[in-house]
Every structure is written in C-alpha cells, then in structure tokens.
C-alpha cells in the first residue's frame, strides 16, 4: 500500500521579484514525491510561474484585499486542497497565513532568510508552528527566548553541487577579475568595491551581474567616470540561475560588500565552483559559510584591508588554489541542495506527525 503523500503548500509573493525564488524552486522539485505533494501559491505576476510547475500545482490568492477577506480566502483554499502544511518563504513579516494555518488547524512554518526584526516578526513566530533559520547568529538574535527557541531549527541554504562545480578557466590572465552576483542597491554596497578599485594597479577589474537599482547604478558611473574607471568596470545585467557557474569560471574571486545579509547564497555557489570568495562580515551568514577556508571576512570600516586581501591572492597562485580547493570541500560537506532537501523532509515529517 502506498504511503498517503503530506500536502505542502510553498508561498512566495511572486516569481519575478521575490529573492528566494530559485531556492524555493530547488527545493519544490527535490521533494520525494513518493510521500510529498507540493504546491506553489503566489500573490501576482501569475505568468511568471515557471513552465516547470504543473498547471494543477499553481495557485494564485491576491492580497489586493482587506485583512479579514483574505484570511477568509485562505483558509478556504486550505480546505479545498487539503493541505497539510504550509511553508513560507516570504520576505515580510505579515502574520496573515500565520493566522489563517491557525483557525485552519493547519501547521505553518516560516523560513527566516533576513535580518530584519521588529513586533510583526516576533508575533508572526508566536503564531508559527515552526521556524527554520539559515545562520547561527539569528538563534541569539532573534529566537533566544523561552516562547521561541524550542520551535526552531537551523537549515543552511545548498547548491547542486554536481551542477555548481568547479570547471577549465576562461579568464583572460592578462587582468585580475573580481566578480559580483546580485542586486545592483544600496544595501549590496557596490561603492565600496569600486573605491576598492581606485587603489588597485590597473590590472585589476570588476564585472558586476545583476539588475540594478536606476538610482544607485547611476552613483556608481558617475564615480566610475570621475576616477577614471571606465575601462576596469562592466555592468553585464540581470542573468538566469542556470547561467551563474559559466559566469563564475570568469572570476578570479567573488567579492560581496553587503551592509547587511542573512546567509549570501552567492557565496555558496562561489565556493562550489571553486572561486575563493571576499565578503564583508553583514549579518553572521558570511562568516559561517567561510569558517572552514574557501576565503576572508572583511571589515566595511576598513577599505584598505579588502585593498590587502585582494593583492594578497593576485600575487599568490598557491594561496588561491588552496582557498579554492577548501571552498569546493567546505560546500561538499555541508552545504549541498541534497542535505538542504533532506533536513526539510524530516522537518515536514515532523509537524505533520504531530497531533
């Protein structure tokens, strides 16, 4: 006899905009089908559902709509599918599926991927059955207190590591690439990389990959322009995640200067495909990812320490093949999309098992 399959429900405001589409995704068609059925619910931008998903696990439920309707509707779409439980990968703090799971007798578990807190976030962790969290420091941060820590469990963020891997290089040795994969913003900090630049020799570059904010990508060509950084600088745009391991073999290292980060999956991927990495230490996620080699930590109040490491690798070979080897082992042996997938199939297992 066959086992009766757990009904997941995966929430994501949309597939266009929210950052942790891919990882939701890699996840969603991971699951054991034999005791999982998934389905995907999003608030808009419908089309942009990938082709991958069956039309049967697609919902749609807007929240163009009062507190109240929408709770209602909720909770109705819970019924009519059955759903078992309910896993959140929404970057906000809104406790309206929360309450929704409750009145339902449904579990609700959110994935917390960021540092922002505030009143919402706690009362929307009361309201949890569970939460996952991607780095140690946001158990001490966040969930430290007798309501919260015995409902949490950490879950670092994997690659495919048969796909993310390390491959012949297509660098032009004639130059020093430093690489960047994300969001072009303010919070990403790509000035900093670039005043990093100005006192680097000549031979070093930077190529940034993501879609831009207008405001901010237009600060950072006009100090490109006035410090004379034209030809060391390129903008190549947004990419698709299939793209990201050719884009890496052009890097010589990874550099991410974010103000503030919850677990860098950039990093991740970096460090699978064997490119040493330089991160700011921004929210504790850079530092457990790195704890065992594979790169440095850096600190945003010191510029000329990121000056020093960068030099540092360029003018040491040896020293960025070893970081490359302990990165691609480091990821190897803790960070792949198969033991991410495992962890939340026990963890599903679980609440569903529980009365």
């Known amino acids: 006899m066959e086992p009766t399959k757990k009904r997941i429900l995966f ?47 697609q919902l749609l439920l807007s929240r163009q709509t009062s507190r109240s309707t929408y709770i ?20 906000r703090s809104s406790s309206l599926e929360a309450i929704a799971c409750r009145l339902s007798g449904v579990k609700y578990l959110f994935t917390k991927k960021n540092n922002a807190w505030s009143k919402r976030w706690f009362a929307k962790s009361l309201l949890s059955s569970h939460i996952v969290y991607n780095n140690p420091e946001m158990l001490h941060r966040f969930f430290d207190t007798s309501f919260l820590r015995t ?31 994300g969001v072009i913003g303010p919070n990403k900090n790509q000035m900093f990389l670039l005043k990093a630049l100005k006192e680097l020799p000549e031979h070093f570059r930077v190529w940034f990959y993501g879609q831009a904010d207008e405001d901010y990508l237009k600060l950072l060509q006009n100090f490109i322009e006035d410090h004379q950084l034209v030809d060391r600088v390129a903008f190549h745009g947004f990419i698709q995640n299939e793209e990201i391991p050719l884009v890496m073999k052009q890097f ?40 065992n080699g594979g790169g440095y930590l850096f600190d945003l109040e010191s510029p000329l320490q990121l000056v020093s490491q960068l030099k540092r690798i360029a003018e040491n070979p040896e020293e960025q093949r070893k970081l490359s080897e302990e990165g691609r082992k480091a990821v190897v042996s803790k960070f792949t999309l198969q033991q991410e997938i495992a962890s939340y199939e026990y963890l599903y297992t679980q609440l569903t098992s529980k009365a």
């Open 11 to 57: 929430t994501l405001p949309n597939f266009k905009t929210a950052g942790s589409k891919y990882v939701l995704l890699a996840i969603y068609n991971g699951l054991d089908r034999t005791y999982f059925q998934p389905y995907i619910l999003v608030e808009k931008f419908f089309e942009q559902i990938p082709d991958v998903i069956p039309k049967d696990e």
């Open 72 to 91: 209602k509707r909720f909770r109705k779409l819970l019924k009519k599918q059955k759903i078992d439980l309910v896993h959140s990968w929404d970057y």
């Open 151 to 181: 409902k949490v469990s950490l879950i670092p963020h994997g690659v495919d590591v048969d796909f993310f891997k390390p491959a012949k290089s297509i660098k032009d040795n004639t130059y020093f690439t430093m690489g960047f994969i």
């Open 252 to 291: 010589d290292v990874l550099v991410l200067s974010s103000k503030n980060e919850g677990l860098p999956l950039c990093i991740i991927e970096a460090l699978a495909c064997g490119v040493p990495v330089l991160s700011s230490d921004a929210g504790g996620g850079a530092k457990f990812l790195l704890q």
